[in-house]
């Protein structure tokens, strides 16, 4: 079986369980926004503070809740070096995040009747209460709601990739892990998945289309 083939591979008949990941699977997210935005506010070196590979401690320590918001604002000024206002800064941070389709999240609601259904994202509270806000003008209710639980990193001060934070749901929600399914678009974090005993799959399309009108997982 090849890499690949290995990060894409699962029998849908044996998944009691699905875990998904929310930026780049379930919300549209597009970082380059968020370099412009900084880029526009006299930021020529935003790429090479932060990337979706190596971030400075800075951001690892928003996204694990390690810090305040305020402490994040005023760590990435003199990071960036530059004198910007909170609600600039905060516009710049949250350009990346776009919508959540609604066909989502009625796929999520069509799935919830076949499957156990737990979120797991690594997030800041900044964009949390950006995206939650959003989702609950729109809906009436949290994105927590979508599922049996929610894990966010902020929230529970372990991210991906890093093992503890898979076993962690593991234990805290008792799941099966060979019964289920991590869908994520990072690779990285998907390896990890499948270290801990679940079937990590490597996320290269719009996440419905791996479900039937049903919400049930696809035969492949």
Not at 79 to 102: E, H, Q, V, Y
Not at 139 to 167: C, H, T, V
Not at 179 to 200: H, R
Request: glycine letters at 4%.
């Amino acid at each position: 079986m090849t890499e690949q083939r290995k990060m894409t591979s699962f029998n849908p008949q044996e998944i009691e369980t699905i875990v998904f990941d929310f930026g780049g699977v379930l919300l549209n997210i597009d970082f380059l926004k968020t370099i412009k935005a900084f880029e526009e506010l006299g930021v020529a070196s935003f790429t090479e503070q932060y990337s979706a590979h190596i971030q400075a401690p800075l951001f690892r320590d928003l996204e694990t809740g390690k810090i305040t918001p305020q402490q994040f604002r005023e760590g990435l000024r003199v990071l960036l070096g530059k004198s910007i206002s909170d609600s600039d800064l905060d516009k710049a941070w949250n350009a990346l995040l776009l919508d959540m389709p609604d066909d989502r999240v009625t796929l999520l609601e069509k799935a919830k009747k076949h499957y156990r259904l737990f979120l797991l994202s690594n997030t800041n509270i900044i964009h949390y209460q950006k995206y939650n806000t959003e989702f609950n003008n729109r809906y009436g209710k949290d994105i927590d709601d979508l599922f049996e639980k929610a894990y966010w990193s902020f929230q529970i001060e372990m991210r991906k990739p890093n093992l503890e934070i898979y076993y962690h749901v593991i234990n805290n929600s008792l799941l099966n892990a060979s019964k289920t399914l991590f869908i994520d678009d990072s690779l990285l974090n998907i390896t990890s998945a499948n270290e801990c005993g679940m079937n990590g799959y490597h996320l290269l399309q719009d996440v419905k289309n791996l479900f039937n009108e049903e919400g049930k997982l696809k035969d492949r």
